[in-house]
């Protein structure tokens, strides 16, 4: 019989998942970024919406970033905290120098359609694993997330 952690999930499952909420963490830190270079720089005619939102959005991504790092320490793991790993590990790109508005929502929409798709890597992982924990929360980012894609969609036309 295999060892289990202190929330009796198979240590392995939990290494396993905590791996992948790390490379989640990384995701979520440098799309925050993004997001956050996106509100300070836009420019055009709609500069007041969209620096507006962005705030609304960073502001969210944050809670996420201490929510994914809080959930990889019940794991029973310690979240990655460097930025130069951040880099590394992602796969979001940094994105610099962006002003023009519709840029800037088609790079929060790369960011999302990525995150999601990690996102629903780990609520598969966590399922297999019985982690009702990181289930819900994979559960309720992508559902979230998916109606905010649609919106930036509907904005883009």
Not at 10 to 20: G, I, T, V
Not at 37 to 53: D, M, R
Not at 129 to 145: K, P, S, V, W
Request: glycine share 6%.
């Amino acid at each position: 019989m295999s060892q289990t952690n202190s929330i009796g999930l198979h240590e392995a499952s939990a290494s396993q998942l905590a791996e992948k909420l790390n490379e989640l963490l990384a995701n979520y830190q440098i799309f925050y970024m993004n997001v956050r270079g996106y509100h300070w720089n836009v420019k055009g005619s709609q500069f007041f919406e969209l620096h507006a939102k962005f705030e609304e959005l960073y502001t969210d991504l944050l809670t996420k970033v201490d929510e994914v790092a809080e959930r990889i320490l019940t794991l029973g793991h310690q979240p990655v905290h460097a930025y130069s790993d951040y880099v590394k590990i992602a796969k979001i790109a940094e994105d610099k120098n962006v002003s023009d508005g519709e840029a800037c929502v088609r790079g929060v929409l790369a960011g999302y359609q990525s995150l999601i798709e990690l996102q629903r890597e780990i609520l598969s992982l966590a399922s297999d694993a019985d982690d009702e924990g990181t289930a819900a929360q994979a559960g309720d980012y992508i559902r979230e997330q998916e109606k905010t894609v649609w919106m930036l969609n509907a904005f883009l036309g």
